[in-house]
């Protein structure tokens, strides 16, 4: 009996141990990266204090015996979380064009006029005409929500965005983005650190769909909603919410807390959606299985042959320029 209570006194001891090491670790790792991409303008000056932090905090968590230096590495740890929560968001920035204006939103009773709606012309990914324009929808003529899931790469993680089809005119599309700045490109990691503004981009499926899969080559699936009419008012009128909050008050974007996926589910429960937290929510190139098994959009086939159906990329192709590309991307989809 004393062997047994010896061995799980180590194994917990080691246990703790472990878990410490992991802790600091982690936290190290945070600070040194809050440092590097911090709001010091000298790319040089920030390298060199994040591997000055970096080395101070391993010598003095686990090589120096003076407790004064862990001392003084946690204080220096919650120096950097401070100058970190201080860094503002911006909407004062060189932004590119894709992203340089904001959209706005005015509700009026049923009618809705929204502004900043993108409708680029493109000739390549960096070729373009800009061009943005207002929009007039009407509440009561939205009856159906459809999902789209893009990759970069294929892969686990991807980016879905929403639009929201109304029986007398043309879907609006939203998509939540990171907000780059000229000569700026997506890092996940840098994503996670404050990099990047958030942007609700508004427009035409010609534009935020085409770009993806007739300029960038992304493979972008589209799947029908079984939402009802109800259901899709109640989201939009949280997305236009949001929109004008951003308009009034910038956010930066967050991987895990504050992108595409995580926010569509966010603002699907705050207008009536059941369900729990899945893993697929973060792993959003995952997301149509998600969708599929919850019984979200149509189970009336394999999801395999309803995901190869739901590829249209090529349709996409043909119709690019169309002004019924909307209606030829979804020529060949199973009903909703």
């Not at 194994?11 to 600070?31: E, N, R």
């Not at 929403?162 to 000569?183: A, C, H, K, N």
């Not at 990047?196 to 992304?218: K, S």
């Not at 989201?235 to 967050?254: M, S, T």
Request: glycine share 6%; aromatic share 14%.
């Amino acid at each position: 009996m004393s062997s047994l209570l010896r061995f799980l006194t180590r194994s917990a001891g080691w246990m703790i141990a472990i878990i410490g090491f992991l802790l600091k670790a982690l936290l190290i790792t945070w600070a040194t990266l809050a440092i590097y991409y911090s709001n010091l303008p000298w790319p040089s000056a920030r390298m060199a204090l994040a591997a000055a932090f970096a080395l101070f905090a391993i010598w003095a968590l686990w090589f120096s015996r003076r407790r004064s230096m862990s001392a003084l590495a946690a204080i220096l740890f919650l120096g950097v979380v401070g100058w970190w929560i201080a860094i503002p968001p911006s909407h004062d920035r060189n932004w590119r064009p894709e992203v340089a204006v904001m959209p706005r939103v005015f509700i009026d009773g049923d009618r809705v006029r929204l502004t900043g709606v993108r409708d680029f012309d493109y000739r390549s990914r960096d070729d373009f005409t800009v061009r943005y324009e207002e929009r007039e929808v009407r509440l009561s003529h939205l009856k159906a929500i459809d999902f789209y899931v893009s990759y970069f790469l294929e892969g686990p993680v991807g980016h879905t965005f929403l639009s929201f089809m109304f029986d007398d005119g043309p879907p609006l599309t939203i998509s939540i983005e990171t907000r780059p700045e000229v000569g700026e490109g997506f890092a996940p990691i840098a994503s996670m650190f404050k990099q990047f503004e958030l942007i609700y981009v508004v427009g035409t499926e010609r534009d935020l769909v085409g770009v993806r899969t007739n300029h960038r080559g992304e493979p972008t699936f589209l799947y029908r909603l079984n939402s009802s009419a109800d259901d899709a008012r109640r989201l939009l009128l949280v997305y236009l919410e949001r929109i004008n909050q951003l308009a009034d008050h910038p956010e930066f974007y967050h991987l895990l807390t504050n992108s595409c996926t995580i926010n569509i589910v966010r603002y699907a429960n705050a207008a009536g959606r059941k369900g729990r937290f899945d893993f697929r929510h973060l792993l959003n190139g995952l997301i149509d299985s998600y969708l599929y098994h919850s019984g979200r959009i149509n189970t009336d086939r394999s999801f395999d042959e309803l995901r190869q159906r739901s590829l249209i990329n090529p349709a996409a192709q043909a119709a690019d320029g169309s002004p019924d590309f909307p209606d030829r991307i979804r020529a060949s989809l199973p009903p909703r």
